[in-house]
């Protein structure tokens, strides 16, 4: 697994869809349950994670991202953070630059610092979000709507100060039961028509103003239990899904998705699963267009 050896160009990222040109990701070379910070982990901490499995695990989905023509830069894991390998929720990159979080969980902190030094030594721009936790598993961006969770791990302060960094743009908080860890566990944005939706996680408020703008895909419990909302897009209609997730699957297809499977089964003991495990840098700008 090694990344580019050509200085990573500047980063941009208008969308959950457009075509993934370059991400950033962290092997789960020291993945471990340590301390217990969401429902997932719960019922899996007696268990634990097989470290060799996920890291296996982790290595074919980089390998089949290679395969899909998506550029893969590294984070050098660290055994202090071992939930590192979650790198969408140490920043997220909407426009031009890149927003590093901050961390709600004692765990976490310090995982800001290892991606801000990756980010400097590369030149690219970002911007330290400070004061206030928000992390990026709770940020999804569709064109110039940024659609934002309040969660256990974003405050609502954090949500009115990104307003303030991002005028261009249309910030909507979405609150939902905070159980479900981030925004991206029970909705994720496919195309500029269609979502995945948990309607368990949501009120009827939001769940009406969502199906005002998406087609919406509804996800069951089971498969959100199994991160079956996490999936990622990678542009054309391509998603990377988990075998298991069957009905997920079944219903991706036939709104005519391109299904890459992956098996991350060991990884989402700890709680994410694709997009969770990924840093968008460059996605191809207006590639979709929203049709009505």
């Known amino acids: 697994m090694s990344s580019s050896a050509r ?27 340590k301390d217990v910070i969401n429902a997932v982990q719960k019922r899996y901490k007696d268990e634990n994670i097989d470290s060799q499995k996920a890291f296996r695990q982790h ?3 980089v390998r089949a991202l290679s395969e899909q023509g998506v550029e893969t830069e590294v984070l050098e894991p660290s055994k202090q953070f ?15 630059t890149v927003f590093v979080g901050e961390m709600a969980s004692d765990v976490r902190q310090g995982e800001e610092a290892v991606l801000q030094n990756w980010l400097n030594e590369r030149q690219l721009d970002f911007d330290q979000l400070t004061d206030h936790h928000i992390e990026g598993g709770d940020v999804l961006l569709d064109r ?25 743009f249309q910030v909507v908080p979405v609150s939902f039961d905070e159980k479900y860890l981030h925004l ?46 996490n999936v990622l897009s990678i542009g054309g209609r391509r998603v990377f ?26 990884i989402i003991k700890s709680g994410g699963a694709f997009r969770c495990c990924t840093l968008p840098l460059i996605r191809a700008e207006n590639e979709e267009k929203s049709t009505s």
């Open 184 to 229: 991206d566990c029970v909705f994720n944005i496919l195309s500029p028509t269609e979502a995945l939706i948990f309607r368990d996680a949501l009120s009827e408020e939001t769940i009406q103003m969502l199906e005002e703008r998406y087609t919406l895909i509804d996800v069951n419990p089971k498969e959100q239990f199994q991160l079956g909302t």
């Open 7 to 33: 200085e990573t160009p500047s980063a941009s990222c208008y969308s959950e869809y457009d075509t993934l040109h370059c991400v950033l990701l962290c092997p789960p070379t020291f993945m471990e349950i």
């Open 241 to 266: 899904t988990q075998p298991q997730n069957k009905e997920v699957n079944r219903q991706l297809k036939a709104h005519g998705f391109q299904l890459i499977e992956v098996d991350f089964s060991e």
């Open 82 to 96: 071992p939930e590192q390998v979650f790198t969408r929720d140490i920043g997220f990159t909407v426009g031009r």
């Open 59 to 61: 290595e074919e989905f």
């Open 144 to 168: 110039n709507t940024v659609f934002v969770g309040v969660s256990s791990r974003t405050s609502g302060d954090a949500v009115e100060k990104l307003k303030k960094k991002l005028p261009e």
